[in-house]
Structure formats: C-alpha cells, structure tokens
C-alpha cells in the first residue's frame, strides 16, 4: 500500500486531497498546524490507514521530525503533496529587500528542503510522486502580487530541475496550479475586496467570474482529482509538468 504525505491538509485543497487519496487506497498522513482540524478529516475517512502529524511546515526541525516519523513507522514514502500558502499580497512598490526571503522560508524553502529528505527513499524504492501545489500567479503575474508571482516562479523552477534529476527512477515531479478555487482563503478574499471597495459580495464574486471562461469558481476537489492521478501508478510518464486548474482562464489570456 502506498504511503502519502499530504500538507495543508486541514483545509481547502490540501483536505479535498486527503481524502482524494484516502479513497484511492493510501495510507495517508495528514499535516497541518491544528491537530484538532487534522484529527476532524481522519474521522472522515475512517480506517487505521489515516495519521495524523501537526505542526509548523516552515520549521526546519519540524520538516525534520515528519520525515523521520513516516520513514520510521511505514518504511516508505510514496507520494508527497507540498501545499502550503504564500506571502501576503502586497505591490512592488511596497516591498521591502528584507521582505524576500521570509516570503521564500514560507513556501519555497519548505518544499524544497522535503523534497530533499524524501526523494532519496523514493530512489531508493523507484517509486515516487513529488505534487507541488503552487498556483497560476508563478506563471503569469498579477497586480499586487508581487512576492507570491516571485515564490510560485521559483518553485515552478526548481520542480522543472527536480523532474529531470528523479525522472530514471520512475519518481515524478509536477505542479498543480489552482486557479480560482472556492475554498476558505477564496472566501476572505472576497470579503477583502467587498469591504475595501464598498461594494457587495456578490458583486465582487461577478467580477471574478468574468475573468473565467467556465463563469464560476473551481471546487477543492476538482483540484484534487488531479492530485490523486498525479499520485498514481497510471501518471508514469508524466513529469515536470505545469498545469492549471482554472477553467480556462490563464490559457485565454
């Protein structure tokens, strides 16, 4: 049976994940920094085959323990799912040169360093899934997002890298770029843009939808449908891709 580690995973994506691979015959364990939230998902799923690990993925000593954890207790890990979120929005003009690398040790600097614990025990089983979630705003900038384009481009990158490294050993490498994705962060967003523009949600939420050719948001777990294919046997060929999860919406730029 396949193990999978999945970040994030109390909420939103990350959740729809957990359970994307649960049903798919997993083992699965779950992080995230509430237990509570953790524990909430794996009563979901029911089963033995469900852990849970909570914790702060930007710690080094943490990222450290998780590994060890799951290599000590299964012996494997075959599929790792990075998902965690980006540095707040802000424009150019607003930051700072200090401001650069806290935004790369909330994101970049995490996947990375696991993916450098744990590529070895796939090479070493020839099994691997590495799914980055990363999001559209690496491959195409957008106003106000300055440090996340520049997080998300660089993960993006160094996945491109990691996918030729890994790929003779049948351990894989993609990202997954959500688009606009209706989830908790989608939410506070538009309760953002309702408050500070003075206008009602629902109209920021029309806004929105007329940037999407498919004229709604995505659902969690039409990301994560992606994520278990990517995490599966029949994804074998598959490796150092980028695709979007947006409904059309950065491909009819």
Do not use: W
Not at 18 to 38: I, M, N
Not at 71 to 85: H, M, S, T, Y
Not at 103 to 113: F, H, I, S, W
């Amino acid at each position: 049976m396949r193990v999978a580690v999945v970040l994030g995973a109390s909420h939103g994506i990350g959740r729809a994940t957990a359970l994307q691979l649960r049903s798919r015959g997993h083992v699965t364990v779950l992080s995230a920094r509430t237990r509570s939230a953790l524990e909430e998902i794996a009563e979901l799923t029911g089963g033995p085959d469900v852990h849970v690990f909570p914790g702060d993925v930007t710690s080094r000593e943490f990222r450290a323990e998780l590994v060890t954890h799951v290599e000590k207790r299964f012996g494997r890990i075959d599929v790792l799912v990075n998902n965690a979120p980006g540095p707040a929005p802000g424009a150019f003009d607003s930051i700072e040169a200090g401001d650069i690398a806290p935004a790369m040790e909330r994101k970049l600097v995490p996947y990375v360093d696991l993916i450098k614990s744990v590529a070895p025990l796939m090479v070493r089983n020839e099994f691997g899934r590495i799914i980055n979630i990363v999001g559209n705003i690496g491959k195409e900038p957008a106003p106000g997002m300055f440090l996340s384009g520049l997080v998300n481009a660089a993960v993006a990158n160094a996945s491109k890298y990691l996918a030729h490294q890994y790929a003779a050993h049948n351990v894989t490498v993609n990202c997954v770029h959500p688009g606009t994705i209706r989830t908790q962060r989608y939410d506070r967003a538009v309760e953002h843009l309702s408050s500070t523009g003075g206008v009602s949600r629902s109209a920021v939420e029309d806004r929105l939808k007329e940037a999407i050719p498919m004229a709604r948001p995505g659902k969690a777990e039409e990301v994560a449908a992606l994520i278990g294919f990517l995490a599966s046997e029949e994804a074998s060929y598959l490796t150092g891709q980028q695709i979007s999860v947006d409904g059309g919406q950065l491909a009819c730029v």
